[in-house]
C-alpha cells in the first residue's frame, strides 16, 4: 500500500510541476507584455539642422533617420536647392522617413534642402526590451518543442514503476515469491 502512495506523489509531483511551470510561463508573459505596452520608456526625438539635399520623387528617405528604425518623421524647413523658395507641406508625404511628392506638385523631380527635420526613435532601453521578450519568447517556444518529448519520457516511467509495483505485489498476493507468474 506505501508503494501505492509513493507512484500517486510521483504523478501528482509530476502534474503539478508541469502546471505550475505553465501557470509561471504565462503570469510571466502577462508582466513583460504589459509593462512593455505601458509607455514606461519614453521615445529617443533627434532633431537636425543639416542640409540634407534630396530629389522630391515617389519614396525618397532621409538616411539618418533611416538609420535610427524609426516612425515618425516631422519636416520643419523644406527649401528648393540654391533659392529660399520655402515649399509647403501640401507638396509632399511623409511615412517613417521615407518623403514622396505629391501627385502634381510642382516640386516633383525637384532638388530641395531640407533645413531641418526632428524624428522619434525606439531609445536604447526600449530596444533591450523588446529584444529581451523576444529571446523570452524565442526560449520558451524552444522548450515547449521539448515537452512532448519530456511527457514521454515521463509516462514510460510511470507505466514502469507501475508494472514493477504490480510485479511485487502479485508476488505478495501469491505467497510463493511470485512463481506463479
Do not use: H
Not at 508573459?29 to 509593462?35: A, D, G, N, V
Not at 536604447?124 to 529584444?131: G, N, Y
Not at 507505466?159 to 498476493?173: C, E, H, P
Amino acid at each position: 500500500m506505501l508503494e501505492n502512495k509513493k507512484a500517486q506523489g510521483l504523478v501528482t509531483g509530476i502534474v503539478s510541476g508541469i502546471g505550475f511551470l505553465v501557470i509561471t510561463v504565462i503570469v510571466i508573459f502577462l508582466i513583460t507584455s504589459t509593462l512593455n505596452g505601458a509607455g514606461l520608456i519614453e521615445k529617443s526625438t533627434l532633431s537636425t539642422a543639416q542640409n540634407n539635399v534630396l530629389l522630391i520623387t515617389s519614396g525618397t528617405e532621409l538616411t539618418e533617420c533611416a538609420a535610427e528604425d524609426n516612425t515618425d518623421v516631422a519636416i520643419s524647413a523644406i527649401t528648393v536647392q540654391n533659392l529660399t523658395v520655402a515649399i509647403v507641406s501640401a507638396n509632399y508625404t511623409t511615412s517613417g522617413c521615407t518623403i514622396t511628392g505629391v501627385a502634381g506638385s510642382e516640386y516633383n523631380n525637384t532638388l530641395v534642402n531640407i533645413t531641418a527635420y526632428s524624428y522619434n526613435f525606439d531609445a536604447d532601453a526600449q530596444v533591450s526590451a523588446d529584444q529581451m521578450i523576444n529571446n523570452f519568447t524565442i526560449g520558451v517556444n524552444n522548450v515547449s518543442n521539448k515537452l512532448p518529448t519530456v511527457l514521454l519520457v515521463a509516462a514510460v516511467v510511470l507505466l514502469f514503476g507501475a508494472i514493477v509495483l504490480l510485479v511485487k505485489q502479485s508476488r505478495t498476493i501469491s505467497g510463493n515469491g511470485g512463481a506463479g507468474l
